[in-house]
């Protein structure tokens, strides 16, 4: 097992266990519950899954759970309400500590009620995908969406900690799997060319499912975002970066009803945007664009745009962007391959120019 | 106009401008507003009186609104919402300002509003009601109402300012002025007696609503209540015994329906239950009891609870306060007049006897 840190101030550090088999490893758990009440957050795929495991792991517990349905869909005020429900139904207290299993929507999901319910409580990632292995149980960006916007009502919330079992993606479905690695893919895109390099050589074996290339994409993934978070908790700087290809991505997600494209799906194709964006700047030449596309593709994501959405659809979505300042539409590109910019004013002729070209 | 700082860490310190005319003073908003996008939120009752007040000092702005209904009855996830969705409809960014403007549930939904939308926007509290402007805007504790909890659902958040424009005291109607009272009362009681001794003289003076008297007491009020957030912003000490009287006060008004008592009535038979139960703990007498329910009832408030609540019933929701560790029921006591307890696990035989005693 390795386990890496990210560090942050106030208290707030906190670890990554990364490895086999931690699911079993009762002590990894319960170094970090804080009294007998827990509450496990999962959904109706995971739990037939790995919902016992957790409870034997537990069983000197009071160990309730909301399953949830499975699906970007049901990430809204409406179903965290099921989470509050079941906290005050069993009355909970304030020591109490909630447990994330589950992808991203789970994880952003559990943390953001254990964020709320009584102004905060204990709670621990188990991510069980790759996505959320590597980027969304990490950094503490909690939340759910809104009709009109992702992940527009949220908190930052640290969990205790993020148990990432390799194994767990055993059962992850290839799309699934596939989604994850534009993530991972990012890291290498925004400050890991090294990274970049690696992944194209060994994109293969990560589809086979290959524990230890999984393993290492996992670690040298966490790796990158802790140094990202530890460096700028709040988003005022350089976490921005994190977001390479996701305000695109989140008009797509929105725009296309949550739930159709997986959100690893949608940063791929926006990310295929921003490269293009990136390129009209004169940053990036048409061999790195197409070495940007040749990976995605290479990890079998989609790299072009849902036909049915519209130029002025995507500049209405994004701009309710949180990187937006006084409805300006900002975005991340890249300088360079490796090299993310910051938040960038985007000339509207220049973004319609690259969605022109993606819509038609 | 006086300005009391309350001092926190990590920049989170605010100023709390105690005064007359302060609404038309738009420098005291403006300096605390950080772009063109404001929101304000505020109620049916308090729109009509203040929010043309306030869209003048503001003209120079893009204000943008959302009129609730008045009560605690809608103080709830679902009356949260549509402050979500006039944000996004109006497409306000991260650096947006939402003002909340009326009483204490205005105050509460609106700061967690900008606590979680885009995981935090800037905000001021403008509260209109005597309560608020002593207690609930000062401090940071924000949220929403369950069906079987009072505040379950919250954040700390803390407002950029607040303004207590004591001019707005004038259209308060008698029932509201007296429920403040109990909060003003409270910190006489918790940890001021000089200030209890005054206002067992200056009640008259205050129910007739005497300028003077009203901007002592809310001066006074707010000098305590920054004291003590300042010492112990997140509750882990001294903060919790701002909470006397409350954790009955909140049985009482999830049991009778919210909306029913006010708030400040509510703390007020509260406080009561909490000095009997003292007294029965040897830690004050007689006399001492009959003080603390002679000043509730010259500030014309109820000291006795509704009758149609079971002794079970107090104990089951008082079963999911904040304050208890591990399912105990934990309270604030009184050691003395004048000298609040820190939480006590409460004697369960005691506190029927107590609960007995008023049900009976």
Redesign the interface.
Known sequence: MKELQVALN?DRSYPIYIGSGLLAQADLLTRHIR???VLVVTNETIAPLYLAKLQTALGDYQVETVILPDGEQYKT?QY??KV??QL??K?F???ATLIALGGGVIGDMGGFAA??????IAFIQIPTTLLAQVDSSVGG?T?VN?P??KN?????YQPQCVIADADVLDTLDDRQLSAGLAEVIKYGLIRDPGFLEWLETNMPKLLARDKDALAYAIERSCVNKAEVVGEDEFESGVRATLNLGHTFGHAIETGSGYGHYLHGEAVAIGTCFAADLSRRLGWLNDADVNRIIAVFKAANLPVTPPKEMTTEHYVDLM??D??????KIRVILLEAVGKASLPVNVDLAQLQATLNGYAG
């Open positions: 106030n009294s007998k009440q005020l965290l309400e509050f429900d005050l139904a009355k207290s304030r020591n964020a709320c319910y009584q102004r905060g960006k939340g809104h009109l916007g527009m009502i949220g908190a930052f701009a309710v949180k990187k937006n300042i006084d409805g």
